[in-house]
């Protein structure tokens, strides 16, 4: 019998959600295992063999072997082998990998946004902690959270812009988005695609909706909102409301320490 594909993946992750929600749409059963950066990344170097490069998640694995490294491979992996509606539509590769690419972007601006005031949350860093961490364990790394801080903004480069050119590519990315909607529903066709998921989740480092599934807390919500863009784009955040309400079935997912 073949064993049911582990998932390792960050909570509040906007790329872990784009996979998340790829496998819960085409029922693609998985177990959830979170990652705890630093301390994780020397067993998941050693699960995938690679020793040298940087390491990210979400990662799917089966049996103790790689079957995707990123949530775009993950979201393919679910309409092989899962069912239900296509989010992959033939005819729309060359926007599906233009609106993901965007996401990417956007995703990577929203990440050092949420960093550069983490710095000076103190309650936001021990949230993002707990979020990882099991209760007992959270306490004692407490005084190591701003180190984390500091090691995610060296790992992804997030002092290579400051916080205005962050923001400013991050407006554009809306501003195409905005165009691409023009009123429609969907940014591709008539229909949900990977398109609208990939978009609706880079949304969230906006400003973070209140999807059950995601465990915000209070200050994890302050430090994931940007005042300025969300004020200024209302109407794409209550069009990702809306995609949510509409089309993300999370499954009760148990997520468990890796």
Partial sequence: MRATPTLIALPLSPWSEKARWALDHHEVPYVEKVYLPMLGAPLLRWRLRRLRGRVTVPILLDGGH???LDSFDIARYAERTGHGEPLFR???????A????LSDQAMHATR???TFRMEDDRAARQEALAAVMPRGLAGVFRPAAIVAVRFLQRKYHVADADETAHRARLRDIMLELRQALSGRRYVVGGRLSYCDIAMAAALMGVQPNDAPHLPWGPAS???STDLELAGEFTDLLGWRDHIYAQHRKARDA???LD
């Fill in 254 to 256: 148990t997520r468990l």
């Fill in 221 to 223: 919500r302050r430090s």
């Fill in 66 to 68: 790689t079957i995707c």
């Fill in 98 to 101: 233009h609106w993901n690419r």
């Fill in 112 to 114: 050092a946004l949420a």
């Fill in 90 to 96: 033939r005819g729309q590769e060359a926007e599906i």
